[in-house]
């Protein structure tokens, strides 16, 4: 983690420059890691699989309703 106040590197558990006495601000948390699946989130698949079912349950009324008129 560089210092703020002078850009001197000090080591990532160091809490006080150990050039200027400056405080150093804890390192920003990791990102949470979000469940994706083939760069998709999981609900986004959960989205398109309910669409693709739902068309295709209509398709499948539609034809019913043409062949028994
Ligand atoms: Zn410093």
């Known amino acids: 983690m560089d210092c703020p106040s002078c850009g001197q590197h000090n080591p990532d558990d160091k809490r006080i420059c150990w050039k200027c006495q400056g405080e150093i601000p804890p390192p920003p948390p990791p990102p949470k890691p979000s469940r994706t699946y083939l760069g998709l989130p999981v609900w986004g698949w959960v989205v398109f699989a ?9 398709s499948q009324c539609n034809q019913a309703n043409l062949l028994g008129g």
């Open 50 to 58: 309910a669409m693709f079912i739902g068309s295709f349950l209509v």
